[in-house]
């Protein structure tokens, strides 16, 4: 009887000790379950490789890369996955970073930048390496965009103060070759100062236009209608279009609203446009023409105008710099730089926007998009 109660007793204390193991065992599993899951969540890429490069563990956002599931490229060559060879945590590592156990360096895949992380470890008994590539491709971008906007909130400052002192001296040749012009008999005299005269003046757009980018001034709006604007800035080059060849084409809706707008910036917005269009065009071979449209969005409160030239174009590598102060591929005698990068902060402060369609040879289209109100 006594022997049966203890063999009573062993079983329950196996079975017990079965169950406990079961809840151990279950508590693992869903450890695992969670840390990987965890690990699945961060977007990051994290692998696990051992001495000859085969990746033995990695998470989601690894394999997705490659439009693969992770126990898909277990096993795989890294190096060949990445079509890169990875660099060894001793390679990378200062002496830093081997006082911290880790080693970190930043690598450029394509047109993408990469911090990698490298931590050496153990794992089954076996050395292996966990390594994290960090994408860090918009954080540069924002970092190099932040300190353009230092770089150029500077260089604003000074082109200012130089543009000023300046305009002094400059006034002072203009009046000079002026007067100097009305009282020279010799004719050859006269065309050298008239030379002289025609490079200050030159002088004085580049130094307004300078001062223009420099100078950050609200907007004075009043209500306008957009395509008086236009028309009335076309007029100011209306002797330069007849003597060159260029004829102008002006499209306008018929029901145009009032739109709530500083006349100066945009009239100096449009005339920017058309002066771009005009050189454009003094490059081509083909007869000029400009297409200048405005209309109305109503349902989105816009209004729009499009400035179309059928002159060379703007190559492709040219389109994302074209609206950057002082970027030209214009000589020096032709252009400052400045003309599209006034008129896009001009856009942008009337709560618009200004985009450009074109490509080598076929012209350009510049399009405004500017609120109502």
Same mark, same amino acid.
């Given at each position: 009887?006594?022997?049966?109660?203890?063999?009573?007793?062993?079983?329950?204390?196996?079975?017990?000790?079965?169950?406990?193991?079961?809840?151990?065992?279950?508590?693992?599993?869903?450890?695992?379950?969670?840390?990987?899951?965890?690990?699945?969540?961060?977007?990051?890429?994290?692998?696990?490789?051992?001495? +000859?490069?085969?990746?033995?563990?990695?998470?989601?956002?690894?394999?997705?890369?490659?439009?693969?599931?992770?126990?898909?490229?277990?096993?795989?060559?890294?190096?060949?996955?990445?079509?890169?060879?990875?660099?060894?945590?001793?390679?990378?590592?200062?002496?830093?970073?081997?006082?911290?156990?880790?080693?970190?360096?930043?690598?450029?895949?394509?047109?993408?930048?990469?911090?990698?992380?490298?931590?050496?470890?153990?794992?089954?008994?076996?050395?292996?390496?966990?390594?994290?590539?960090?994408?860090?491709?918009?954080?540069?971008?924002?970092?190099?965009?932040?300190?353009?906007?230092?770089?150029?909130?500077?260089?604003?400052?000074?082109?200012? +103060?130089?543009?000023?002192?300046?305009?002094?001296?400059?006034?002072?040749?203009?009046?000079?070759?002026?007067?100097?012009?009305?009282?020279?008999?010799?004719?050859?005299?006269?065309?050298?100062?008239?030379?002289?005269?025609?490079?200050?003046?030159?002088?004085?757009?580049?130094?307004?236009?300078?001062?223009?980018?420099?100078?950050?001034?609200?907007?004075?709006?009043?209500?306008?209608?957009?395509?008086?604007?236009?028309?009335?800035?076309?007029?100011?080059?209306?002797?330069?279009?007849?003597?060159?060849?260029?004829?102008?084409?002006?499209?306008?809706?018929?029901?145009?609203?009032?739109?709530?707008?500083?006349?100066?910036?945009?009239?100096?917005?449009?005339?920017?446009?058309?002066?771009?269009?005009?050189?454009?065009?003094?490059?081509?071979?083909?007869?000029?023409?400009?297409?200048?449209?405005?209309?109305?969005?109503?349902?989105?409160?816009?209004?729009?105008?499009?400035?179309?030239?059928?002159?060379?174009?703007?190559?492709?590598?040219?389109?994302?710099?074209?609206?950057?102060?002082?970027?030209?591929?214009?000589? $020096?005698?032709?252009?400052? +730089?400045?003309?599209?990068?006034?008129?896009?902060?001009?856009?942008?402060?009337?709560?618009?926007?200004?985009? $450009?369609?074109?490509?080598?040879?076929?012209?350009?289209?510049?399009?405004?998009?500017?609120?109502?109100?």
């Amino acid at each position: 009887m006594e022997k049966d109660r203890t063999r009573e007793g062993s079983a329950e204390r196996m079975d017990e000790n079965a169950c406990i193991d079961n809840a151990f065992v279950e508590k693992v599993i869903k450890s695992q379950e969670h840390w990987q899951a965890t690990i699945d969540a961060v977007r990051d890429y994290i692998f696990v490789v051992n001495s +000859g490069w085969a990746i033995i563990k990695a998470n989601i956002s690894f394999a997705e890369r490659f439009g693969k599931h992770p126990r898909d490229i277990v096993g795989m060559n890294a190096n060949d996955l990445l079509c890169f060879a990875l660099p060894p945590a001793e390679a990378i590592a200062t002496d830093a970073d081997r006082a911290c156990g880790f080693a970190s360096r930043e690598i450029v895949v394509k047109d993408c930048t990469f911090i990698i992380s490298a931590f050496p470890t153990r794992y089954d008994d076996e050395a292996v390496t966990v390594y994290i590539m960090k994408d860090i491709t918009e954080l540069i971008s924002l970092k190099n965009k932040l300190y353009y906007a230092y770089k150029l909130a500077s260089l604003g400052r000074l082109v200012s +103060g130089v543009a000023h002192e300046l305009n002094n001296p400059l006034t002072g040749i203009l009046g000079y070759s002026e007067i100097l012009g009305t009282k020279v008999k010799d004719a050859e005299i006269a065309r050298d100062i008239e030379k002289i005269h025609r490079s200050a003046e030159r002088c004085k757009i580049i130094i307004d236009s300078l001062l223009c980018f420099s100078r950050q001034q609200p907007p004075q709006k009043s209500l306008e209608y957009i395509n008086d604007i236009i028309d009335r800035t076309i007029t100011l080059r209306a002797y330069w279009h007849r003597n060159q060849g260029i004829e102008v084409i002006r499209e306008y809706a018929e029901d145009m609203p009032l739109a709530y707008i500083d006349v100066q910036q945009i009239q100096q917005v449009i005339m920017n446009m058309l002066m771009n269009a005009e050189q454009a065009i003094a490059e081509s071979a083909s007869a000029g023409r400009i297409t200048v449209k405005a209309w109305p969005e109503k349902e989105r409160g816009r209004i729009m105008v499009s400035i179309a030239d059928n002159g060379v174009g703007i190559p492709a590598e040219n389109l994302p710099r074209i609206f950057d102060p002082f970027y030209t591929t214009k000589p $020096v005698s032709k252009g400052t +730089g400045l003309g599209l990068s006034i008129s896009y902060g001009i856009v942008v402060e009337h709560g618009g926007m200004i985009s $450009v369609e074109s490509s080598q040879g076929n012209g350009a289209k510049f399009l405004i998009d500017l609120p109502l109100k």
